[in-house]
């Protein structure tokens, strides 16, 4: 700071030094699909008036949920003789100057009221206005102060809105508001919160007039007039509306999909995905197994990761073949959870499952069962083996350094810790403290995630080839970081030797 006279003792604070760097939530899940019986908004109501006074009147408000709750309706004795019945609306206030006789008695009724409602444009535009049985709105009505209309709750799963549910069923319910799980968002949710109480992100879309309309609203895209996002695109807006980033992406029913060309959702979710640093849980044709081969065959992102066949679930009108990928990010989200982001979830069991669409054979070391050629094929499944448990470690990428879905998943999580860490970096003069504070941040980091098994090792520096004079001119700096993640015993080999040596301790 400037150097200033001062008679006297102050304080300097110094802010320098490295910063601590907290790791993001990694098991937040985003999912978008369909649930035509989601429950709608709640409308904003008041009465007024009596029964027994023949003039009860229910007010209902036509604006969108909480909305309504701002709307105020007043009956005003104007305090003069003959006076006519009329409504005023300024705003959301409704005022309705009540009629009086010669002698300035009140004698507007119910019913005339409700009449004189619908009958002005701005007034009928906020509300409906209807008599409250056994009331039939022949009684003269008194007058009454402005009172709000109450009970405006909007919709809980609007439209091509990301929804939080924090692990709670009773939100999830009210994607089904009848109970007949229609649509594909009532099912998913239960099969995520089947494994844990997780983070999910909803998008719920509507269903359109054939599945062809359903598809492209699922796939979205940004509405030209409003800006919007839309479809699988509203994931992108979920850290804006909700402070949440979604990690694990599925839309059960809608990845499955091969008619002559790679499954379009999964092709619109990859670009996605790469900006939230996010994978895929994709459905596989629920087929055969070439069928399933095939489909892997469409992709070489590290972002996406297959899982074939769907699964068995026991509903109130019998057992049903699922989709599995909603149960696999609610499994992912869990390990995340339980052990950590650096685990694979293979190995692992899904919990509410009674079997598989088709059968996966499986033994132990079985190279030709169908769970081997599956996983061969950079495919996931589902094996019974001390209970169904998923199958699989490998994503659908084209180099084999990002072959594990765990490496995957790791390094998203440290590039994001990393990179949202250090807004306090920017705009700083550039001084051989402030590269000693981020590098030591950063080191300090890494030795805490291989403290806790999260990376068998890393460092950070400055590089000192980027940072040229010129460079840092121009604002620009270079930090480098490596690491090196554990990595999953996919492949253990026990070397078998029959020996005569220990015979002779028979004879010891």
């Known amino acids: 700071m400037p150097e200033q006279f001062l008679h006297g003792v102050e304080v300097v604070e110094i802010d320098t030094g490295a910063r601590s760097i907290r790791t993001v939530r990694s098991g937040v899940i985003g999912i978008v699909g369909t649930a035509p019986d989601a429950l709608p908004d709640t409308k904003a109501t008041l009465e007024l008036g009596t029964t027994a006074a023949n003039t009860a009147l229910r007010f209902t408000s036509k604006l969108v949920g909480a909305l309504g709750n701002a709307i105020s309706v007043a009956f005003v004795n104007p305090g003069a003789a003959n006076a006519a019945l009329g409504v005023v609306v300024t705003g959301n206030a409704i005022v309705v100057n009540l009629a009086t006789s010669a002698g300035s008695a009140i004698t507007s009724t119910a019913a005339q009221i409700a009449a004189a ?12 206005v209807a008599a409250i049985a056994p009331s039939t709105g022949a009684g003269v009505v008194a007058a009454s102060a402005a009172q709000l209309l109450t009970g405006g709750v909007d919709e809980p799963f609007p439209v091509n809105v990301p929804v939080l549910i924090a ?3 009773a939100e999830a319910a009210k ?7 229609a649509g594909t968002l009532p099912a998913a949710l239960d099969g995520i919160l089947d ?3 997780a983070v999910v992100v909803v998008v719920r879309v509507a269903v359109g007039a054939n599945d062809a309309a359903t598809l492209a609203n699922i796939i979205g895209g940004v509405d030209a007039g409003t800006g919007q996002y839309q479809g699988v695109h509203a994931l992108l807006g979920a850290e804006s509306a909700l402070g949440l980033s979604p990690r694990i992406i599925c839309a059960p029913g809608f990845t499955h999909q091969r008619t002559g060309a790679a499954n379009s959702v999964v092709s619109e979710l990859v670009g996605i995905a790469e900006r939230l640093r996010a994978v895929i849980i994709a459905d596989g044709p629920n ?3 070439a069928a399933a081969i095939t489909y892997a065959g469409d992709f070489g992102s590290a972002r996406v990761f297959v899982v074939d066949p769907w699964v068995k679930v026991q509903r109130a009108s019998g057992i049903v073949s699922e989709p599995a990928s909603a149960r696999v990010a609610g499994l992912i989200a869990k390990i995340d959870n339980d052990r950590g982001f650096w685990w694979s ?7 509410g499952i009674v079997g598989t669409s088709r059968a996966i054979d499986f033994r132990m070391g079985d190279a030709a069962a169908r769970a081997n050629l599956l996983n061969e094929a950079k495919i996931a499944t589902i094996i019974r083996e001390d209970g169904y448990r998923l199958w699989g470690n490998r ?3 084209s180099d084999d350094k990002w072959a594990f879905l765990c490496v995957r998943r790791t390094a998203d999580i440290l590039n994001d810790s990393l990179q949202r860490a250090h807004l306090w970096a920017v705009d700083r003069p550039i001084t051989k403290t402030y590269v000693e504070d981020v590098t030591e941040g950063v080191n300090a980091y890494l030795r805490s995630l291989v403290a806790q098994g999260a990376l068998i ?3 950070c520096w400055a590089d000192p080839d980027l940072n040229t004079p010129a460079n840092i001119a121009q604002g620009k700096i270079f930090f480098n970081f490596d690491f090196t993640p554990p990595y999953p015993a996919e492949h253990i080999t026990f070397r078998s030797m029959l020996t005569t040596d220990y015979i002779e301790e028979v004879f010891a």
């Open 345 to 351: 979830p293979s190995n692992q069991e899904l919990n």
């Open 117 to 128: 409602i619908a009958g002005n444009a701005p007034a009928n535009a906020l509300v409906a």
């Open 167 to 169: 692990g709670s069923r």
């Open 287 to 289: 087929t055969t197994d």
């Open 395 to 397: 994503t659908l990428s």
């Open 195 to 197: 494994q844990i109480g």
């Open 457 to 459: 090792g890393g460092k």
């Open 175 to 181: 994607l089904d508001g009848v109970g007949n799980l």
